[in-house]
């Protein structure tokens, strides 16, 4: 078919801009970021919180760090990430908290804002959420052996793991203390997984992703002859749209037949591109790839020379 409490995270973040038109940011010095939830002096016996602000015209991604007791008398770091968009979800254990946030953009940041709250201890699992970490939602894979890995969840003292496949089709339900499953597919197809916290009393509810496996390659494109123009060289194939995960084309041109001397390496999700290029011989051809990661036989090379 062709289609863990602690959590510090340090990503790398590149931005790079181009075209003709100038790119101004807004300036952020002054600014702070409104924090609507958890509230300052909040107490509560969920353990898996969502934190969430209003977003700023302007910012770019966000820096949210969570600490114990708080950040004058740091005993703990439980979160410092980066966050695109206003809401992060984290599943903590009962205590005092301070949380703190501040927006960027590449070239100026807000102020932290922060609040506190208290998190009592309950055995009640009926409003708690359990955390699912990766793979990560809507995920597309060629591989048929996965592990399913969630967020160990206070006051729960198992899980309970299931895998439905279409028309709810139950492939695995499992009980297990730890958090983290493994499944191996027998089948391309889309697929739903989903785990719930449990213990003597109460569980939570059902926390479910979906993912879809796809291990066939995609057809090799065909070519069509390049249309030459004065200055740009328009180039056009065809490809073998099939169900399944999502389809682009890799383009590559070289101006030698042994294919060493590379002018244009493009990733398109269309079956053409347009190309200024000198006058010269050149050699070119496609691959098909998908979005999870097949990759076809390339197409036949084709010759050109333009005058």
């Known amino acids: 078919m062709k289609k863990g409490i602690f959590i510090l995270l340090f990503p790398v973040l590149a931005v790079t801009f181009c075209g003709c038109d100038e790119f101004i940011e807004k300036d952020l010095k002054g600014k702070k970021v409104t924090m609507l939830a958890p509230a300052d002096s909040l107490v509560t016996s969920i353990t898996t919180i969502t934190f969430w602000w209003e977003e700023i015209e302007g910012a770019s991604d966000y820096n949210l760090q969570v600490i114990s007791p708080d950040f004058d008398r740091a005993e703990k770091l439980w979160a410092d990430t980066f966050v695109v968009g206003n809401k992060l979800e984290i599943s903590l254990v009962p205590g005092n908290y301070q949380w703190r946030i501040k927006g960027m953009n590449g070239s100026s940041e807000t102020g932290f804002a922060r609040a506190s709250f208290s998190i009592d201890s309950t055995l009640n699992l009926t409003n708690?959420?359990?955390?699912?970490?990766?793979?990560?939602?809507?995920?597309?894979?060629?591989?048929?052996?996965?592990?399913?890995?969630?967020?160990?969840?206070?006051?729960?003292?198992?899980?309970?793991?299931?895998?439905?496949?279409?028309?709810?089709?139950?492939?695995k339900d499992e009980v297990t203390q730890v958090t983290e499953n493994s499944f191996e597919f027998t089948d391309d197809g889309d697929y739903t997984w989903s785990v719930r916290g449990q213990n003597e009393i109460s569980n939570t509810l059902y926390t479910s992703y979906t993912i879809t496996i796809d291990t066939e390659s995609p057809g090799k494109p065909t070519l069509k002859d390049p249309a030459i123009r004065t200055d740009t060289v328009r180039f056009e194939w065809t490809r073998v749209e099939e169900n399944g995960s999502l389809l682009f084309d890799s383009l590559y041109v070289f101006r030698d037949a042994d294919f060493r001397e590379k002018v244009i390496a493009k990733k398109t999700d269309k079956t053409f591109y347009e190309e200024l290029l000198q006058p010269g011989t050149y050699h070119w051809y496609v691959r098909t790839c998908d979005a999870a990661g097949n990759v076809s036989e390339r197409s036949a090379t084709s010759m050109f020379t333009k005058y």
């Open 128 to 171: 708690e959420t359990i955390v699912l970490h990766s793979p990560a939602n809507n995920a597309v894979s060629n591989r048929l052996s996965q592990v399913f890995k969630w967020n160990k969840l206070y006051n729960a003292n198992e899980y309970r793991f299931t895998i439905t496949g279409s028309s709810n089709t139950l492939l």
